[in-house]
């Protein structure tokens, strides 16, 4: 046991395998795979996923950006060059996965476009469609921020690719004030992500 939890990757592995197993019972039980099946499997990997984007989120935020200062400059390093890059790598790919599943699972509910038109084809008349389109607006302007604005400038600020002192500290700047933005963002994100189904059904 100690062996298996000593390596992340078999921990992971073996996770899987009990949610398999899990989701394996639901079938025998219902006697294989519907739509509502698929809804509930995507559903799971896009929170899955969503941990992981906002659980890195809040790490940046409420950890290392608020802690940074207060390192001695000679330990900095350890986080800018083996911390951060590792971290950024799982952050801005399961920013794309929860946006993936996310439209996937807005696709299996039967509202995709309505909710991205923000209720708009039908004379906004259907409030669930208002409500859960603002949080898939805020999450995807979110992913945007990650992969447009955070993840490049991120890169000249740790020194991944060329820049002066002058950039590194501009693009720095840049990262930091998008990243505060998208947790400004995540709350009330999560609120329309979380309540939808409990209110509306
Ligand atoms: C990136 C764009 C995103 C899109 C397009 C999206 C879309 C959706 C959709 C369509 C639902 C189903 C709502 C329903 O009818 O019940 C949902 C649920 C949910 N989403 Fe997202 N989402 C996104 C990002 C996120 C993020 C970043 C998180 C963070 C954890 C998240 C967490 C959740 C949770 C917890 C649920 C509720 C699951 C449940 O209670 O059944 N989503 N999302």
Redesign the pocket.
Known sequence: MAGLLSNLRNTIIASFLISILVIGGYMHHNHGADQIFWQGVF?FL??L???M???LLYYFNFVQIRMMPAIPAELKPGVSKYIAPEALFWFRWA?LL??????I?????G??VS??TLGALEGFSVP?HIF?GL??W???I??FNVWVFIWPNQKIALGLVEGDADAKAKAGRIAMLVSRTNTLL?IP??V???M???L?G
């Open positions: 559903r896009h929170v996923c969503g941990i984007w906002i659980g920013a929860t946006l993936v599943m996310g439209i699972l807005a696709w299996n509910r509202y995709l909710a991205y669930q859960i949080g898939m805020m999450a995807t979110m992913c995540s994100m999560l329309t992500m979380t939808n189904q409990t509306f």
